[in-house]
């Protein structure tokens, strides 16, 4: 079964810094692309950045300049978050795409911006 793992969410002021971490376990054999994605209270769940397995990325226009995507094995992705602000606040999802088509998600962590 294949299954990913978030942490790192958590409460943290406006201004300041959180670094989500995402692992991968069971039998994927192959990634494609892993991703963050969020949704805040009230509305859809929304992209914030992806990278490929050749190491590509894409952000969200909100958090461009302030969130940097990385991987540094085949199972683990990181999502550092700088300047943080209260629109930033929701939960946050890993997510896989595996063997060209499967996909998977995490159960999800909370971050909460506030003073």
């Known amino acids: 079964q294949v299954r990913l793992v978030e942490s790192g969410g958590g409460l943290v002021q406006p201004g300041g810094s959180l670094r989500l971490s995402c692992v991968a376990s069971?039998?994927?054999?192959?990634?494609?692309?892993m991703g963050w994605y969020r949704q805040a209270p009230g509305k859809e769940r929304e992209l914030v950045a992806t990278?490929?397995?050749?190491?590509?990325t894409n952000y969200a226009e909100s958090v461009k300049g302030r969130f940097t995507i990385s991987r540094d094995n085949a199972r683990t992705v990181y999502l550092q978050m700088n300047s943080l602000s209260p629109d930033d606040t929701a939960v946050y999802y890993c997510?896989?795409?595996?063997?060209?088509?499967?996909?998977?998600w995490g159960q999800g962590t909370l971050v909460t911006v506030s003073s």
């Open positions: 990278i490929s397995n050749v190491g590509g």
């Open positions: 997510n896989m795409i595996y063997r060209s088509f499967l996909e998977v």
């Open positions: 069971g039998n994927f054999l192959s990634i494609n692309r």
